[in-house]
């Protein structure tokens, strides 16, 4: 069983677009993340929620809109697609609020043309 | 808010040998400091961590040391092996109570072990 899930692993979309990637983890975490990844490997935090409730939102443009239904899912929407938005996204999930080990997803592939 | 540098961006060793990856971090307040490693394509996962309460640990041929004075940590890897080539990610973290709590990540060592 994959403890930290994300789809889609790899989407690719023209400029412009709007996409969601979503994310579930099935180890009864309190605490979901989302990290962004560029093309230079850096790990940057956007944003956390603890239990539904939205407790870290980074300086990212508000195209970008979190949503968690419930404490196991914390999905990710982005309208308007820019060039620069293309990374790898991580889902991540922790025991807590924390801090304490992070549990990264696979991973999704996010171009945009 | 936090901010944590990482040395070097890049390192080659024989394998064989050991490798040294220094982070600094800049709030005193930070209490936590995981290694994460990520081979090619995949998840950042976690190798080793230290809370501010002890200065040094050890796991196998891993060890992590922790300066709070000089707000200075390490990563001590010996007898590399080729499964050690990866990236390598130190971070810090102030404690969850704090309005600022989260995990920070320096920008990454590209270890590569020559045979």
């Known amino acids: 069983d994959t403890a930290v899930s994300q789809t889609p692993k790899y989407l690719v979309t023209q400029m412009g677009n709007d996409k969601s990637i979503k994310c579930e983890q099935n180890?009864?975490?309190?605490?979901m993340y989302w990290y962004k990844q560029d093309s230079k490997k850096f790990l940057k935090i956007m944003f956390s929620?603890?239990?539904?409730?939205?407790?870290i939102n980074e300086t990212v443009p508000n195209r970008f809109s979190p949503k968690s239904p419930d404490k196991a899912h914390l999905n990710l929407h982005i309208n308007s697609l820019e060039l620069g938005d293309s990374a790898v996204y991580f889902c991540?999930?922790?025991?807590?609020?924390?801090?304490?080990?992070?549990?990264f997803g696979e991973g999704s592939r996010l171009t945009v043309l | 808010g936090e901010n944590v540098e990482q040395h070097p961006s890049t390192l080659s060793v024989q394998e064989g040998d050991s490798a040294v990856i220094k982070c600094t971090y800049s709030?005193?307040?930070?209490?936590?400091f995981p290694w994460y490693k990520q081979e090619l394509g995949k998840r950042p996962q976690l190798i080793i961590d230290?809370?501010?309460?002890?200065g040094e640990k050890k796991d196998q041929r891993i060890a992590v040391t922790l300066n709070k004075t000089a707000k200075h940590f390490s990563l001590h890897i010996t007898e590399t092996q080729p499964e050690d080539s990866a990236v390598y990610f130190c971070?810090?973290?102030?404690?969850?109570?704090?309005?600022?709590?989260?995990?920070?990540f320096g920008s990454g060592t590209r270890l590569s072990i020559r045979p």
């Open positions: 709030d005193s307040a930070s209490n936590y």
């Open positions: 929620y603890n239990n539904k409730e939205l407790i």
């Open positions: 230290i809370r501010s309460n002890v």
């Open positions: 991540a999930s922790s025991l807590d609020r924390g801090p304490g080990e992070l549990f």
């Open positions: 180890l009864g975490h309190d605490t």
């Open positions: 971070a810090a973290a102030i404690p969850w109570y704090s309005s600022a709590s989260k995990i920070i």
